[in-house]
């Protein structure tokens, strides 16, 4: 899997987000993770033509999800699954990314909150609404 700092192809990702995108392409893929599976098996649970999943095998092919051998009359597929690598990395290098600016935003926001009543900054705690029909405390005492 690359690093934090490997440089993956823009291309490379598109294709590969692109070709997920499509929902019978990820179950393609989700069959593939079990196994190695021909095209009548991989069509069997959808109601599509051989054409129609053949399309959709030939995008996961193009940008290196899967690829296909020839085992006598068979060509059976199979899911390269390093393929998913750079796509993983990605997502995991900006799930850390955000990860670390919502924890430096819930820091900031602590410290707003139990900062001196004389900061500016302060935000402070919710006052509960007083019972309906009651005025407040501060406009009864008053009366």
């Given at each position: 899997?690359?690093?934090a700092?490997?440089?993956?192809?823009?291309?490379?990702?598109?294709?590969?987000f692109?070709?997920?995108?499509?929902?019978?392409r990820?179950?393609?893929?989700?069959?593939l993770?079990?196994?190695?599976?021909?095209?009548?098996?991989?069509?069997?649970?959808?109601?599509?033509?051989l054409p129609?999943?053949?399309k959709?095998?030939?995008?996961?092919?193009?940008?290196?999800?899967i690829?296909?051998?020839?085992?006598?009359?068979?060509?059976?597929c199979?899911?390269?699954a390093?393929a998913l690598?750079?796509?993983?990395?990605w997502?995991?290098?900006?799930r850390?990314?955000?990860?670390e600016?919502?924890?430096?935003?819930d820091a900031?926001?602590?410290?707003?909150?139990r900062?001196?009543?004389?900061?500016?900054?302060?935000?402070?705690p919710e006052?509960?609404a007083?019972?309906?029909g009651?005025p407040?405390?501060?406009?009864?005492s008053n009366?």
């Amino acid at each position: 899997m690359p690093s934090a700092g490997t440089a993956v192809p823009q291309d490379q990702l598109d294709a590969t987000f692109t070709a997920l995108a499509d929902p019978t392409r990820r179950a393609i893929v989700a069959r593939l993770a079990r196994g190695d599976a021909t095209v009548n098996e991989l069509a069997a649970p959808f109601d599509l033509t051989l054409p129609g999943i053949s399309k959709h095998l030939k995008v996961l092919e193009r940008c290196g999800i899967i690829s296909r051998t020839r085992h006598a009359q068979f060509r059976p597929c199979h899911l390269e699954a390093g393929a998913l690598e750079p796509a993983a990395a990605w997502i995991e290098d900006n799930r850390r990314i955000w990860a670390e600016r919502f924890d430096k935003l819930d820091a900031h926001l602590r410290d707003l909150q139990r900062g001196p009543a004389s900061d500016p900054r302060r935000i402070p705690p919710e006052k509960p609404a007083p019972p309906e029909g009651r005025p407040p405390m501060n406009e009864r005492s008053n009366q």
